[in-house]
């Protein structure tokens, strides 16, 4: 995830759920035909020619949905794309796109910042969007960010916030010290864990109960439960307006700012393209992902592709 106010690798943060797939990935992308791009599709072979667009995913549903987004607004417009899903780690797509593999990833905001500026300390999203296109190397770049945001977040039921009158990880303070924590073990360590919480906040809670599924079902039915009284869980993660759980706001920005938005490599990208992604991003909120992220990875089970296409046509973005 983020180390020294999170520093980021992978999926939001090379941590958790994507950290060992995404180095066997990156270590594979150096081996010949176990490339992940060595198998591209037909479209991808005739876009360094014809002009159209490769848009890429890294490996978890959240990217192949906005990579089918981008994708689909682009066709939409006139431009034509295909996608490239399960790229792998940010250490792999983001090689890709500057080699011209792919032309355009979706990524995270603050994530990314800390990618290419390691030494970063930008937490807000207007100071990680000024900050962001001036770090980036020569032929990439990034467009607008949408609203949508995908981070950790501190979340506590209905009850827990009712009864401690919580609305902000402040107000949590006040009473840290009789609530256990459920996250991943490393949240003891990375700095926007634990320390964060105490070095902002100056929330000790009463104990760590370490996690393995980043946020998902046995976090949430500790939750639930009362076993622990606040979880780390993605805030785009459906789980949280299925059960009525309550996101903690985050004024002092322990959390940084995670938005969606896409990063390209400048060789290809013209003025229709860029209008047509700048579209999605206008209108791209945490609410659609979280909507989304249920159609493709709850009950219904839709690929990525037709979430994608009944979301761009709700907007307006593809035709009818």
């Known amino acids: 995830m983020k180390e020294s106010r999170q520093r980021a690798l992978g999926r939001r943060a090379f941590g958790g759920l994507a950290a060992g797939v995404g180095l066997a990935m990156a270590l594979s992308a150096c081996g010949g035909s176990s490339n992940p791009l060595s198998s591209a599709p037909a479209s991808s072979g005739a876009a360094a020619s014809g002009g159209s667009l490769v848009i890429g995913s890294a490996d978890f549903p959240e990217s192949q949905i906005l990579a089918e987004v981008y994708a689909g607004a682009l066709n939409g417009a006139g431009v034509t794309a295909s996608t490239k899903p399960n790229i792998g780690s940010r250490e792999v797509y983001f090689k890709a796109v500057q080699d011209g593999s792919v032309d355009v990833v979706p990524d995270y905001s603050g994530n990314l910042l800390l990618y290419v500026n390691k030494d970063a300390t930008e937490v807000s999203a207007d100071d990680i969007a000024k900050a962001l296109p001036t770090k980036l190397p020569q032929g990439l770049a990034v467009l607008d960010a949408s609203k949508a945001e995908d981070k950790d977040a501190m979340v506590v039921t209905k009850a827990t916030a009712e009864k401690y009158q919580l609305k902000s990880i402040e107000d949590m303070a006040k009473v840290c010290g009789e609530m256990v924590i459920g996250a991943p073990a490393t949240f003891a360590e990375r700095a926007y864990g634990l320390p964060g919480l105490e070095k902002n906040y100056n929330c000790v809670p009463k104990k760590l109960e370490p996690f393995s599924d980043g946020g998902g079902a046995v976090t949430l039915k500790a939750l639930l439960s009362d076993q622990v009284q606040v979880a780390d869980i993605y805030t785009t993660t459906p789980s949280i307006p299925d059960n009525d759980l309550v996101v903690l706001e985050d004024p002092k920005n322990n959390f940084i ?58 907007k307006g973005l593809l035709k009818q």
């Open 257 to 314: 700012a995670q938005q969606v938005l896409p990063l390209y490599n400048t060789g290809k990208m013209t003025d229709k393209a860029k209008e047509a992604l700048n579209a999605v991003s206008k209108v791209l909120t945490t609410e659609d992902l979280i909507n989304l992220n249920r159609a493709v990875s709850g009950s219904q089970k839709q690929n990525p592709k037709d979430a994608a296409d009944a979301w761009l046509k709700e």
